[in-house]
């Protein structure tokens, strides 16, 4: 009888982020695991594999694409306003309890997830950018699964959305190599990062080395990527003021333009034995990011309950300069050249060199497109 594997295995091209070992071996370089993988074995992502001494992965379909606001992803100083058409595959590096696209990430390792081999879909890199401009998109976004792990499905994608004058973006874990950055970055432009927790303990907890994703964030900024961090907030696991103060510190130490996300947990999948992060945590926990002295701090997850830290200030004068409502933006008065029309200051980002033509006031909800 067939398995899944078998299914998604007929899916996949011969890898490019790899190395070749002695006796028909392997080493994936595609995430921070680096992978040792023996002929016949799979890697710790289930998705890339070794046949016959070669490194097998993904390439070819969907389980999910959908016409984004940019941020969703969340991407606040990202070409606000705009739409990213985001896709995503099967599979990821990280195992985590609450993950909210479990059906997506765990595929091969849990049972409960095989329903996420219906999403699949065949496509071609052509394919998806045609449906980008059919949608107006002016990004593409590799999401929903650990994009990682893709690298070489995402990397034939991008080739073709630069061609068309889009950008591309990464939404992950961080977990990277050197080798993986080095492949990616001719084709990325943003990276968005999620900072889980400051104890590597709890990092193991959910399959990564914390090292790893500190490297990470100090490796897609120095390489000149526009890097946002996300933090999530899980009720007795990283919302201690201590842990808060010491991811925000570091995201500072990096460089204090770096926007910092602090995000509402809700419960779902094998974490229900808590309850959903208040937005008093939630805004503690914004306040911990400026005192760390973050320049931008954004609150997710609790919209209408956090305004300020919705908004997108002006860290010299304090003039808003964004006005966002969740996905929404009413108000935009940056110029083109991202500055304050008040002090004249530049903010830290990629803007619209048009934003008169940026939607404001719109209801801006994803749209499913396949």
């Not at 001494?53 to 606040?76: F, N």
């Amino acid at each position: 009888m067939a398995t899944i594997g078998d299914y998604l295995d007929r899916m996949t091209i011969e890898g490019e982020l790899v190395e070749n070992l002695e006796g028909g071996s392997v080493r994936c370089l595609a995430c921070g695991h680096r992978c040792l993988i023996r002929e016949g074995r799979r890697g710790v992502c289930q998705v890339r594999f070794n046949r016959q001494g070669k490194l097998y992965v993904p390439w070819g379909y969907v389980a999910g694409l959908q016409a984004d606001p940019i941020e969703k992803k969340p991407l606040y100083h990202f070409l606000p306003g705009s739409v990213a058409l985001t896709f995503g595959m099967l599979g990821c590096d990280f195992h985590c309890d609450y993950c909210q696209n479990h059906l997506s990430s765990q595929v091969m390792r849990d049972p409960a997830a095989d329903i996420a081999v219906s999403w699949v879909k065949k496509v071609t890199p052509e394919q998806i950018i045609a449906i980008a401009r059919q949608n107006g998109a002016d990004v593409i976004a590799s999401s929903y699964n650990e994009p990682l792990i893709t690298s070489e499905w995402a990397v034939s994608i991008f080739k073709l959305a630069l061609q068309a004058g889009m950008k591309c973006v990464y939404i992950s874990n961080g977990n990277l190599t050197t080798e993986a950055l080095d492949y990616l970055r001719p084709y990325l432009s943003g990276y968005k990062i999620d900072l889980k927790s400051m104890q590597d303990r709890h990092y193991r907890q959910l399959g990564g080395v914390l090292n790893n994703i500190l490297d990470g964030i100090r490796q897609a900024y120095q390489s000149g990527l526009w890097v946002e961090v996300v933090t999530l907030v899980v009720p007795e696991f990283n919302d201690s003021t201590d842990e808060l103060m010491d991811a925000a510190r570091f995201i500072a130490s990096v460089s204090p333009d770096i926007p910092w996300h602090v995000t509402a947990f809700h419960p779902d999948y094998k974490m229900r034995d808590r309850a959903a992060t208040t937005s008093e945590t939630i805004i503690k926990a914004a306040e911990i990011g400026q005192e760390a002295g973050l320049k931008y701090v954004y609150a997710g997850n609790v919209p209408g309950r956090a305004a300020q830290y919705e908004n997108t200030v002006c860290p010299q004068c304090q003039t808003t300069l964004i006005e966002r409502n969740g996905f929404s933006i009413s108000q935009y008065k940056l110029s083109a050249q991202g500055c304050c029309p008040r002090c004249g200051a530049e903010l830290a980002g990629v803007w619209s060199e048009h934003p008169e033509k940026i939607n404001l006031g719109a209801s801006r909800m994803p749209r499913w497109v396949v």
